[in-house]
């Protein structure tokens, strides 16, 4: 049987494709889908669905390329298992469809949060093998600082400018890795390293940079963890990886103007240790 063109993986996705270790199970079909007659628990406004099932089970909803409803994604309580079903119509035949925008995000990030990672709202750089991430709310400074970064230090790699990862490394410690899910920067590297330093940013007149309270800094990065507000146990796995995110990894506010001296500023924080 000739693989469905539609799960095949785009240029743009191959580079983060797992050579082995799968820890999400999904088995594909195509067939005609029904639906609940309940309302959804979420929806998102156009892109995505779910529905909380008996058992603890998620059953999602993601528009196709058309705009119908003819992906829906079915997983067990622990988000381990699963089943994706797509209806028999047309748009099967695209190569990569089955993962257009935004399901494969969505399957990656509520497995991961469940499993005790995340995906975050922030721009990440790597200078050697250490990570600083720089996030904030839309317009914080984001995508401006990771420019600023590939233009003034060689050798500084942006992994990402939009969405990173952040989950526990086999040593125990914080990692932060690249996403294919870009901002207006279009930076995604499906490297990582060592998560030195999270730092807040807000654009100023003036750079200054000062420790953030590691007290205060789990509520303000949970809401830009990106978490499933339909799911508890999602979202209680969320803001207990944000507590022991930022009890471990030093936590900083940046007021930085947009220009190079900034960079000069935040370099520092590839050398912070982690919090004991």
Same mark, same amino acid.
């Given at each position: ?6 799960? /095949? ?22 067939? +005609? ?19 909380? &099932?008996?058992?603890? *089970?998620?059953?999602? $909803? ?35 469809? +089955? ?23 922030? $721009? ?5 093998? @250490? ?31 939009? &969405?990173?990862?952040? @989950? &526990? ?8 890795? %690249? ?12 490297? %990582?390293?060592?998560? @030195? ?34 799911? +508890? ?27 190079? /001296?900034?960079?000069?500023? +935040? ?5 912070? *240790?982690?919090? $004991?």
């Amino acid at each position: 049987m000739r693989p469905l063109p539609a799960l /095949a993986l785009t240029d743009a996705l191959r580079p983060w494709r797992a050579g082995a270790g799968a820890t999400l199970d999904v088995t594909v079909e195509t067939a +005609a889908l029904t639906w609940p007659d309940e309302p959804p628990a979420f929806d998102s406004g156009g892109l995505w669905r779910a529905w909380v &099932r008996p058992g603890g *089970r998620l059953l999602y $909803s993601f528009a196709a390329p058309d705009g119908s409803d003819a992906r829906q994604l079915e997983v067990d309580a622990r988000f381990e298992r699963g089943t994706l079903r797509l209806a028999p119509v047309r748009w099967l035949q695209r190569p990569g469809s +089955a993962w257009f925008h935004p399901a494969l995000e969505v399957m990656v990030h509520h497995h991961l949060v469940r499993h005790g990672g995340l995906i975050v709202h922030a $721009s990440a750089v790597r200078v050697g093998r @250490r990570v600083v991430l720089f996030t904030g709310h839309s317009g914080a400074g984001k995508t401006t600082l990771a420019r600023l970064f590939a233009r003034h230090v060689p050798g500084a790699e942006v992994l990402a400018d939009d &969405r990173v990862v952040v @989950r &526990r490394g086999p040593s125990g410690e914080f990692e932060a890795w %690249g996403t294919p899910w870009t901002g207006q920067g279009h930076f995604g590297s499906p490297r %990582g390293g060592a998560l @030195r330093a999270i730092v807040f940013l807000e654009q100023a007149a003036e750079n200054a940079l000062v420790p953030y309270p590691a007290k205060d800094a789990g509520l303000r990065i949970y809401p830009l963890a990106l978490a499933a507000p339909f799911d +508890a146990k999602a979202v209680a796995a969320a803001l207990a990886t944000c507590d022991r995110l930022v009890r471990r990894v030093p936590t900083w506010h940046f007021r930085f103007r947009k220009d190079a /001296a900034a960079v000069a500023a +935040a370099l520092a924080l590839f050398k912070a *240790r982690q919090r $004991s």
